[in-house]
């Protein structure tokens, strides 16, 4: 774990919710995500998965709580949308 509170795959450069997130995202298998991570062993996802199972609260919130900041960044009105909608409303 790191000072944020991030935990971390052991001698990887790989955050254990990146792990999960495409775990129940794309409901791969470990050796699917293996292809995916080839710098993680069958072993280290294995790992990484039972500490999400371990701490499921805290991982299901944190992804929740990303989920609802990237909606409400996605909603918000850009420079280039705005000027985007003014061209589309005038073709």
């Known amino acids: 774990m790191d000072t944020s509170g991030r935990v971390w795959v052991d001698d990887a450069n790989v955050k254990v919710i990146e792990v999960v997130a495409d775990f129940l995202a794309h409901g791969s298998s470990v050796e699917e995500m293996a292809l995916q991570f080839p710098h993680l062993t069958p072993s280290s996802i294995h790992s ?44």
Do not use: C, M
């Open 48 to 91: 990484a998965l039972s500490y999400y199972y371990d701490h499921r609260e805290t991982f299901e919130a944190e992804l929740s709580a990303s989920l609802i900041s990237y909606r409400g960044k996605a909603a918000a009105e850009s420079p280039l949308r705005s000027r985007l909608s003014k061209v589309s409303a005038s073709i």
